[in-house]
């Protein structure tokens, strides 16, 4: 008896249906115009709420999806009893929520099934929501990446790294990235460099790939470029994780070896991010702070003041980097300077790439002592001393060097990587070693009072200043005396009084303070042998100095 009304029910409905052409069901009025079923728990007008139930779609087991299974029993070929290209199309517009999972293994991404309601497009099911996303392990990359200039083909970066640091650091909240992907340029310090950045095969969350293409045509230069996680998959999320690419000929990279008297080291020919390794500008490169991934800018020239680079957007537009030693009004749309004001910095310093975090003004001229990016704490106690490891057969997830490179070590017994090229000895014959004039100098070390072993090119870099200061020079920018400005600006005192500088940083930290190691090499006229290194300095570890990169070894 049961079965029978349920027949005489749909009877019913599919004569109503035939009759009126458009149905309501739940009120039995008509439909509106433009629909065949409308489904009303009750009457009412003006758009308002007419029911608190949903409609449940038919719960499927997909089996692939690019036929119609289960629909049709398989018999091999395609279907049992019924020919499979009148079907098809027959079917187009099938909607059904399907319960297969095959996420799980790995699998043709046009084999994916997952949870949700799917359509029949003549050819295969769609999912109606977002497309399924594989389950993978997130890949880890480095965070520079060279990247040839007259590359054909797209350069593409795993974005898995921020999945796995996100969630292995407690000092960054153990978060479990979740949302949509999105990339972006942050910026290109040389124009038309980058052509394009876009995800590879859309939005695979951690599988997820960056994308980048270059102009071509031989133009070199640095870009950094970002990954974004969030609700909306556009700029308004937040950064997770940036790479800085450097466009350059990997080809021309050139090494020397030299040995401490404790460890063999082998150096690259140049600034990371340097385009040469000539006595050029286009030595510069990059400068970084102590245990950061993401470079900032070195100065344009070899001037006294130093000159900030240009910096562009992805359509060209430039990006202001403001110098408060003459802006009056500052604001930047490039590199900001800010100071830091927590105690755990590091989730800040990821999710603002192009800030400079520098310490604030201690009341003394010019002391740039005790800054730490990372924390306000400079009793040292809540520093992280691992930022760029200090385990010689491993970076860490922040090493800024490409693949096969790292920054340098001290040797087991504290020597710098440098050593001997410190303070020139009495008696060193003046004309054996390349003066450190206003550009640099080539660096020889000493091996014996008259054999010298080259250790290529190294531009007098000027350091951006580790805290907010009071310019004790007088007069740099039309500014007078005693004026306070930012940090993250160059330092320009020592080269006012006819002293060249350049600060290379080690991997090494102090200890228990708010400083790291440096290498710290200047000349003056008139001293012995024009050029005159010092011991390795202690400096702050908000300082932006240079890095040349060495290659990793397996020995500590």
Same mark, same amino acid.
């Given at each position: 008896m049961k079965t029978k009304l349920i027949h005489l029910f749909y009877l019913f409905l599919f004569l109503t249906v035939g009759i009126k052409s458009q149905v309501t069901v739940g009120t039995g009025k008509a439909a509106v115009p433009g629909a065949l079923l409308q489904l009303k728990q009750q009457e009412t007008t003006g758009g308002e709420v007419n029911s608190n139930k949903g409609l449940g779609l038919p719960r499927v087991s997909?089996?692939?999806?690019?036929?119609?299974?289960?629909?049709?029993?398989?018999?091999?070929?395609?279907?049992?009893?019924?020919?499979?290209?009148?079907?098809?199309?027959?079917?187009?517009? @099938?909607?059904?929520?399907?319960?297969?999972?095959n996420t799980d293994v790995e699998k043709d991404p046009d084999?994916?099934?997952?949870?949700?309601?799917?359509?029949?497009?003549?050819?295969?099911?769609?999912?109606?929501?977002?497309?399924?996303?594989?389950?993978?392990?997130?890949?880890?990359?480095?965070?520079?990446?060279i990247v040839d200039p007259s590359?054909?083909?797209?350069v593409l970066i795993p974005v898995g790294k921020p999945y796995i640091v996100w969630k292995e650091r407690a000092d960054l909240g153990n978060l479990e990235l979740e949302g949509e992907v999105s990339v972006e340029l942050v910026w290109q310090?040389?124009?038309? @460099?980058?052509?394009?950045?876009?995800?590879?095969?859309?939005?695979?969350?951690?599988?997820?790939?960056?994308k980048i293409t270059t102009n071509g045509g031989g133009l070199q230069g640095n870009a950094l470029v970002a990954v974004r996680v969030g609700p909306n998959g556009d700029d308004s999320d937040p950064i997770r994780w940036s790479w800085h690419l450097w466009v350059t000929n990997e080809s021309s990279i050139v090494t020397y070896p030299h040995n401490n008297s404790e460890k063999d080291y082998e150096?690259?020919?140049?600034?990371?991010?340097?385009?040469?390794?000539?006595?050029?500008?286009?030595?510069?490169g990059l400068t970084y702070q102590w245990g950061r991934k993401d470079p900032f800018t070195a100065s344009l020239d070899f001037s006294p003041f130093g000159s900030f680079r240009k910096?562009?957007?992805?359509?060209?537009?430039?990006?202001?980097?403001?110098?408060?030693?003459?802006?009056?009004?500052?604001?930047?749309?490039?590199?900001?300077?800010?100071?830091?004001?927590?105690?755990?910095?590091?989730?800040?310093?990821?999710?603002?790439?192009?800030?400079?975090?520098?310490?604030?003004y201690n009341g003394s001229t010019n002391n740039e002592t005790n800054a730490d990016w990372y924390t306000t704490d400079e009793t040292g106690a809540s520093s992280d001393d691992n930022l760029w490891e200090t385990d010689g057969t491993k970076k860490s997830p922040f090493d800024p060097c490409p693949a096969g490179w790292r920054v340098p070590l001290n040797s087991a017994g504290g020597l710098s990587p440098w050593y001997h090229f410190r303070t020139v000895p009495d008696g060193w014959d003046n004309a054996s070693p390349a003066a450190f004039n206003e550009n640099g100098a080539q660096l020889n070390a000493l091996t014996?009072?008259?054999?010298?072993?080259?250790l290529g090119y190294y531009p007098h870099g000027l350091h951006r200043r580790a805290r907010a200061y009071s310019e004790p020079c007088g007069g740099v920018g039309g500014d007078p005396s005693g004026s306070n400005f930012a940090g993250g600006l160059f330092a320009t005192c020592n080269i006012l009084h006819g002293v060249y500088e350049s600060s290379y940083w080690t991997a090494n930290p102090i200890a228990g303070t708010p400083n790291a190691r440096a290498e710290f090499f200047y000349y003056q006229p008139?001293?012995?042998?024009?050029?005159?290194?010092?011991?390795?300095?202690?400096?702050?570890?908000?300082?932006?100095?240079?890095?040349?990169?060495v290659r990793i070894d397996t020995t500590p």
């Open positions: 997909l089996e692939k999806r690019k036929q119609l299974y289960p629909m049709f029993e398989a018999d091999g070929t395609g279907y049992k009893d019924a020919v499979k290209a009148d079907e098809d199309i027959k079917h187009i517009g @099938l909607v059904v929520y399907n319960l297969t999972d084999e994916l099934l997952c949870p949700g309601p799917y359509v029949w497009e003549g050819d295969i099911w769609v999912r109606l929501l977002s497309p399924c996303k594989p389950l993978c392990e997130p890949e880890n990359s480095e965070n520079c990446i590359a054909s083909t797209p310090d040389t124009q038309s @460099l980058i052509k394009e950045v876009d995800l590879a095969e859309g939005d695979q969350g951690a599988c997820s790939q960056i150096f690259m020919d140049r600034n990371l991010g340097a385009i040469s390794a000539s006595e050029t500008v286009d030595a510069m910096l562009y957007d992805i359509d060209n537009n430039e990006l202001t980097e403001v110098n408060e030693h003459k802006d009056t009004a500052p604001v930047g749309t490039g590199i900001q300077h800010a100071a830091v004001t927590v105690s755990n910095n590091l989730q800040n310093s990821i999710l603002n790439p192009r800030v400079f975090y520098f310490g604030t014996s009072p008259v054999v010298t072993t080259k008139g001293w012995i042998g024009d050029l005159k290194t010092i011991d390795p300095k202690d400096m702050s570890r908000s300082t932006g100095a240079s890095v040349r990169c």
